[in-house]
């Protein structure tokens, strides 16, 4: 991922992210130093948090949009910020948060969607189209930001997926660095 940009958040627009991943995480990013990166060769915004890529907008399905589920329209002509693995592990959150067994952390780990039979807890509160942490269930460690395919209190279960993946351990994000 080779950088084209970076800049400065406003803080209007560092409020904007804070606030709208209070809202769906339970959990405050704080930093001192906030800046906006584009890329040459991916459209995807990337937020860093005094110098680490903690936030990043994933884009929005278009059924989403259409129901009108976006709250904000700045936040939408960028997709929804949400938290990297990096960010999710740097600020551990409370709720939207999917668990998995040992035995699914290698396929979540290497970009796999997430299966009802690997998952071992879901927050009841997640509806579908939302996104989502998927966590390990030993340390708690963050393995991947996906969306869901299902409420929360369905994930659990005997087949099917239920999580698409977006961003896992080990991809382009994940490696990227300044």
Known sequence: MDVKSRHHLRGDEIDEIVDHIADRLGVTVEG????DVEFVDDDRRVVLVDGEPAVAFFDVPESLRDSGADQKSSISEHGEPFLTVQGANRFPPESRIVTVDAGAVSFVSDGANVMRPGIVAADDAIDPGDLVVIAEETHGKVLAVGRADV???EM???SGKVVDSLHHVGDDLFEFSV
């Open 156 to 158: 659990v279960g005997e």
């Open 32 to 35: 001192d130093a906030w800046e």
């Open 151 to 153: 409420p929360g209190d």
